[in-house]
């Protein structure tokens, strides 16, 4: 997903939001990178510095400290565009520790930051088009990204920041001018589409199989419910509709669930209360409100380390679900070592779903739509989720990969392995043919 937003002032961007990695850690920093033939042009290279970047903030040239272009400083200071994996996908990389998918992702952004260049414009003030929006294409950009691993609320979440200063080199008028937006916004789902096709293409590299659906893809062994354990924004997104349908009798806007998402307390409590005098011509009682903005983030975060964040992702799986995780990974990295890819590794087994806690629980009635999902408690307390996937999985999942061992050492010239197991298939198969269809070999 790729989402663009205007950073108007931008003074404390860097300190506590980019280098923080949406959370306080205590004594970390996320090191950017400056990226884009505009840094280059103005010899900005590896990792980023504070001075460089307030440089470009208050629209002035790093090296020279001469105002960069001719706009004033009530004009925007960034655009940040911001792209973010698959929630299965950053699953992967942050619970299941494989840092390949960390690299894969990258690469994808990589790409996805090269056909954003390619969209960078000034708009286009000469001639009979001096009075018009149009624009006109320059190529380059000055670009700080940042990559971060976890939410505000500590799901583990795979995105990039690519802030992009307010700034790109016109060739023809040989100065610098104000980024354009408009060419990149419009292309966004263009590039979106392109971005998740890159990275499920470095991913099937890596081994791991893809479900595609609507547009998105999601790894294959990850179950829904996994993914709704690290979905603690959507559950008070859900918690949040509800109460407000309760309060004013009706469904919130997209505009207010934006609101929702983006707003502080502080905010929120005024907000709300404005609406509910409008709705009931009174303030409304000190309970209500605070009830009311519960689950709005707060922006004076508490400081917590990395390891806390981890050992706190890892709390909201059980023990099975952990050990899944783990032979997915295990797989994948094992199918990716087979060599002769093109002929062998068509032949791989499927990945074995993880088992669920509530398969492990024993509990009842799986989830398959938002309005089960609203039943979920709020963040914190032990949701009430069932099995999404059989119970023999695993072990159909153990039979597949010995196979899959098998047609490996086939290929490298020791077949014997892969014909005594197709021998003991055949012979089990005669004798019970109701019960073929579930033999893992």
């Given amino acids: ?60 040239n790093p090296s020279t400290g001469d105002k960069l272009t001719a706009r004033d400083g009530k004009k925007n200071a960034f655009h940040d565009i911001t792209i973010s994996a698959p929630k299965s996908v950053s699953i992967l990389a942050v619970v299941g520790q494989d840092d390949r998918v960390r690299e894969a992702f990258k690469k994808a952004v990589s790409s996805t930051c090269e056909a954003l260049e390619r969209h960078a414009a000034v708009r286009e003030r000469q001639g009979i088009k001096a009075s018009s929006n149009g624009s006109r294409p320059t190529g380059n950009v000055v670009a700080a990204v940042f990559h971060h691993d976890t939410s505000r609320l500590l799901d583990p979440q795979l995105h990039a920041h690519v802030v992009l200063a307010n700034a790109t080199y016109d060739q023809q008028r040989e100065a610098w001018f104000a980024l354009q937006p408009k060419p990149m916004m419009e292309s966004s789902v263009n590039l979106t589409r392109q971005f998740r096709q890159d990275l499920a293409a470095g991913l099937q590299h890596l081994g791991y199989s893809i479900e595609w659906s609507d547009g998105t893809f999601r ?37 207010r669930v ?17 609406e509910y005098h409008a709705a009931f011509q009174m303030e409304p009682p000190r309970k209500t409100v605070e009830r009311f903005v519960q689950d709005w983030r707060d922006p004076k975060l508490k400081s917590i380390s990395s390891a806390s964040v981890r050992a706190i ?34 032949h791989l087994p499927p990945h074995a779903p993880i088992i669920s806690r509530a398969e492990e629980d024993h509990s009842q009635n799986p ?51 892969l014909l005594s197991m197709t021998v003991k298939r055949t012979l089990h198969s005669r004798h019970h043919p109701h019960r073929s269809r579930h033999l893992t070999m």
């Fill in 1 to 60: 997903m790729i989402t663009i937003s205007q950073i108007a002032n931008g003074s404390t961007y860097l300190s506590k939001h980019l280098s923080a990695n949406d959370y306080y850690s205590e004594g970390e920093k996320v090191k950017g990178e400056w990226w884009g033939k505009g840094a280059d042009r103005l010899d900005l290279k590896g990792q980023i510095g504070e001075t460089e970047f307030e440089a470009l903030r208050t629209n002035r």
């Fill in 219 to 255: 790894v294959a062994g990850i179950s829904h419910e996994i993914e709704q354990r690290y979905s603690q924004r959507t559950i008070q997104r859900l918690a949040f509709e509800d109460r407000y349908r309760e309060i004013f009798g009706q469904a919130p806007s997209k505009s």
């Fill in 258 to 274: 934006e609101a929702f998402i983006k707003e502080g307390k502080t905010a929120a409590s005024g907000r709300f209360r404005e």
């Fill in 313 to 346: 992702q890892k709390s909201r799986l059980s023990s099975g679900q952990l050990s899944g995780l783990r032979d997915l990974v295990t797989h994948a990295q094992r199918s990716h070592d087979i060599p002769n890819e093109g002929s062998a590794q068509n």
């Fill in 367 to 417: 989830i398959t739509s938002k309005s089960k999902l609203r039943r979920l408690r709020p963040a914190g307390s032990k949701l009430r989720i069932a099995p999404y996937f059989a119970s023999r999985a695993r072990g159909e999942a153990i039979g597949r990969l010995r196979r899959a061992l098998a047609i490996q050492a086939a290929f490298r010239g020791a077949p014997q392995g």
